[in-house]
């Protein structure tokens, strides 16, 4: 069974920056390929961005793309979202999720595996 554990949300300004990471255990993390997603109150998850195993590929949303950089670190089993040039409208729960897929996708039914969520919020 694989964890997925995100920290790094919070407070911050618009035109702020944050980073979240997202931690896992209890798989090959570098046989899954990972995403980031969010949720905004009373609104539906999105897809925020997504990497494959390897990181040579990354998809982006077109709301962040310019602005947010998912990496990861295979040797220390963490993805990561660098958030630049917040804005109101990216304030939601952020969520990773681990798919079995070597690729990322942005449909969250390819995803197995789910973190529990950070908050981001971003005041104007």
């Known amino acids: 069974q694989v964890q997925l554990a995100e920290s790094g949300g919070g407070l911050v300004q618009a035109g702020g920056s944050l980073r979240l990471s997202c931690a896992a255990s209890?798989?090959?993390?570098?046989?899954?390929?990972m995403g980031w997603f969010r949720q905004a109150p009373g609104k539906e998850r999105e897809f925020v961005a997504g990497i494959s195993w390897s990181a040579i590929g990354t998809l982006y949303a077109d709301s962040v793309k310019g602005r947010f950089t998912i990496s990861r670190d295979n040797a220390k089993n963490t993805v990561y979202l660098q958030m630049n040039t917040l804005k109101p409208e990216d304030t939601a729960v952020y969520y990773c999720a681990a798919s079995t897929a070597l690729y990322s996708d942005r449909n969250s039914r390819g995803y197995n595996w789910w973190g529990q969520g950070t908050q981001v919020t971003v005041s104007s």
């Open positions: 209890g798989g090959t993390f570098s046989r899954f390929a």
